[in-house]
C-alpha cells in the first residue's frame, strides 16, 4: 500500500491511485479466469422437456379449516399451500398454482421450460381422437324419446312425493296412538288430527 507523506498544510492522506486500478484489474482478470475454469470442468446440465403433471393439484383439502401455528410449526403444517420441491410456503392458490408453473419450480424438478415439438403424423392423431370424443358426446336424442323420459322421470318424482305424504301421515298417526285417551281426557284434549285422521 502506498501512501503519500502528509504535509503540514494537509492533514489527509493521499492513496496512491494508479496502484489500486492495477490491483482491482488483477482481481478481476482472476475471477474471470476462475470462472472459465468451472464452466471448463462442469458440463453444461441437460434438462428434460417439459411434460404435463400426470396429477391433480389438491387446493381444496385445507379449504374451511382452522389450524393452529406456532414459531415452531414446520413449514409443511403452516398456513398456505407448501410446495415440497422447493421447500417453500404460497399464501394462497392462484399463487400456488403461478409457482408449480413457474420456472425456478420446474428447474427444480429437472426440467427446462421447452416442450417438445409434435410432427404432422402426431397433430392428425389428435385431432381424430378428439373427434372421436365429439362424436361420443353428441348422443341424437330423438324428440318424442326425450319427451318419453321427461315423463318418466316426473312419474317418478310424483310417486317418490306421494311416499313421503304416506310415511308422514303414518308417522304422525303413530304419534297419536302413543297417548294414552284416559290421560287425553283428564287434560281436556279430545284428540289431535282432523277428522279424516280420527276415522
Not at 51 to 59: I, T
Not at 181 to 188: F, L, Q
Amino acid at each position: 500500500m502506498a501512501v503519500y507523506e502528509k504535509t503540514a498544510s494537509d492533514h489527509r492522506r493521499k492513496w496512491d491511485r494508479e496502484e489500486y486500478e492495477r490491483l482491482a484489474a488483477e482481481r478481476l482478470e482472476a475471477e474471470q479466469m476462475s470462472q472459465l475454469e468451472k464452466n471448463l470442468k462442469e458440463p453444461p446440465i441437460k434438462r428434460a422437456l417439459l411434460q404435463p403433471r400426470d396429477y391433480r393439484v389438491d387446493l381444496e383439502s385445507k379449504l374451511g379449516k382452522s389450524m393452529v401455528i406456532t414459531k415452531t410449526t414446520p413449514a409443511s403444517q403452516q398456513g398456505g399451500y407448501y410446495c415440497n420441491v422447493c421447500d417453500c410456503v404460497v399464501k394462497d392458490s392462484i399463487n400456488f398454482l403461478d409457482h408449480i408453473n413457474g420456472k425456478k419450480h420446474q428447474r427444480n424438478l429437472g426440467m427446462s421450460m421447452r416442450i417438445e415439438r409434435s410432427s404432422l403424423d402426431q397433430v392428425k392423431k389428435r385431432f381424430e381422437m378428439n373427434k372421436r370424443k365429439q362424436e361420443d358426446k353428441k348422443k341424437e336424442y330423438d324428440f318424442e324419446e326425450r319427451m318419453k323420459e321427461l315423463r318418466e322421470e316426473e312419474e317418478k318424482q310424483k310417486a317418490y312425493r306421494r311416499e313421503r305424504k304416506k310415511a308422514g301421515k303414518r308417522k304422525a298417526d303413530e304419534d297419536y296412538d302413543d297417548v294414552d285417551p284416559d290421560m287425553a281426557a283428564v287434560m281436556g284434549f279430545s284428540g289431535f288430527g282432523s277428522a279424516s285422521a280420527k276415522k
